[in-house]
DNA sequence: CGGGCATTTGATTTAGCTCAATCCCCGTGG
DNA sequence: CCACGGGGATTGAGCTAAATCAAATGCCCG
């Protein structure tokens, strides 16, 4: 337990809610984080600051995301519940992009000193961090994949897609989802503008692939017809 | 030194080339290692098989790339002479993409268990892994947000004036470099075509900008207009 | 000298962008 | 209860950057 004073986003109190780490061999660390909370559109890490916080996300969404000089920002990586962020070593460089709430999000942050400590007394943790790490970048390069060649149609289902399975457990029929980014973090996260992403939406619906039936709710009649745009030029 | 037996690629008594790590927390690594060559167009892994391996590249260039169902390759990433690829430990899933040298290539192959061996014995060693796959994600993120908006002009001036900070030491106010990729490599890599890639050559050519004296090298006339071009939308 | 390949160049098509208008959903206040 | 906004989403009408299709050129190597 760490005995770090508390302020109106921390609460030392709540650091037993931070046991919730899906992999065991992080349990060491669970028992050692500082509850925290951020709302919508606050940015925990910004890019060329340098790294000071490790962090596992537990309930919320979050974006990694690169603005440039042009002012347009593109998402390079969505941070869900259970995904660690920032650095654990107080060595590292400058954090090369900024992180920032998607919605309200309660958080576990470790102090790098702590990690260090823990990592020292437990391998398998290190290991389990460099596993997790590795699995990351190949699934980025999956989507570097994806950015470099698939039609407007392919990336919108694909992102459908991939979302029904993270958040919708039931595999059934027909299945509905309630997509966590607005028209404009999709045109950013795909590579394409709101018009783009909202015509393809359109055209997935006409197709009857899915329902919109408002708000951000996507209801997927044809998961293989869904499944089949994305994958077209995937 | 380990006592495997020799084949045709594969030359135990070379092992002491393998001392050339950049890294000084992986040396004890390096007295490890199984010298090996590849072959232009080889695969040392594809995608989908276990990964058996985890090596380290001491000269030529390989190509991180994933095949799509239509045949067209996209290259996801690079390796460049001290670059690691595979995977320290047995228990990783299949592998996610395909490794090809696009030259003739000499690496040096750690047995995973070797190097779990030696992962335990230098935990220095496993922080040093785990902090070049960090920052390798930050390097894919960044090539992410680049396929994302970038123009096709961008993009290929970008990837001249990486290959000319990585290739040529000397800043000379004209530099020289021998790219390493055919046309249609960089189309893959940077998600355009052929023509697209060599229409955008021509044009910072005529620009001034570079100067193309023949097979695949590159003048850079103006490093600046270069870098400035490099920008645009990036 | 000639064949095979990579590269360049040209002509045309098209997917997605831009600009612009409208719609829809909700909260707010009269 | 209804008018009024306001922000997000949708739809429409061109436009443009890059893809596609096709041809010509250059180059390496036998």
Same mark, same amino acid.
């Given at each position: 337990m760490v005995f770090g004073k508390s302020c109106s986003n921390c609460d030392v109190r709540d650091s037993a809610l931070c046991g919730v780490l899906a992999d065991a061999a992080l349990a060491p660390l669970a028992a050692q984080g500082i509850h925290r909370t951020l709302a919508r559109g606050e940015s925990l890490i910004r890019a060329g600051d340098p790294i000071r916080l490790c962090a596992n996300i537990q309930r919320g969404l979050m974006k990694i995301c690169h603005t440039n000089p042009a002012g347009q920002d593109v998402i390079v990586g969505?941070?869900?519940?259970?995904?660690?962020?920032?650095?654990?070593?107080?060595?590292?460089?400058?954090?090369?992009?900024?992180?920032?709430?998607?919605?309200?999000?309660?958080?576990?942050?470790?102090?790098?000193?702590?990690?260090?400590?823990?990592?020292?007394?437990?391998?398998?943790?290190?290991? #389990?961090?460099?596993?997790?790490?590795?699995?990351?970048?190949?699934?980025?390069?999956?989507?570097?994949?994806?950015?470099?060649?698939?039609?407007?149609?392919?990336?919108?289902?694909?992102?459908?897609?991939?979302?029904?399975?993270?958040?919708?457990?039931?595999?059934?029929?027909?299945? #509905?989802?309630?997509?966590?980014? #607005?028209?404009?973090?999709?045109?950013?996260?795909?590579?394409?503008?709101?018009?783009?992403? #909202?015509?393809?939406?359109?055209?997935?619906?006409?197709?009857g692939v899915i329902g919109l039936p408002g708000g951000r709710r996507v209801v997927i009649q044809d998961p293989d017809a869904l499944a089949e745009a994305a994958e077209d030029a995937l």
């Open positions: 969505l941070l869900w519940p259970g995904d660690f962020l920032g650095t654990p070593f107080a060595e590292a460089g400058p954090a090369p992009h900024d992180v920032v709430a998607l919605t309200a999000v309660s958080l576990c942050v470790f102090p790098q000193a702590v990690v260090e400590r823990c990592m020292v007394a437990h391998p398998a943790m290190e290991r #389990s961090l460099l596993t997790r790490t590795m699995a990351e970048l190949a699934q980025v390069r999956g989507a570097l994949s994806r950015l470099a060649r698939a039609t407007a149609l392919a990336r919108v289902a694909g992102f459908i897609a991939e979302t029904a399975h993270r958040r919708g457990g039931t595999d059934a029929a027909v299945q #509905s989802v309630e997509l966590p980014l #607005s028209r404009g973090e999709m045109a950013d996260l795909l590579g394409l503008t709101i018009e783009t992403v #909202s015509r393809q939406m359109t055209r997935l619906k006409a197709a």
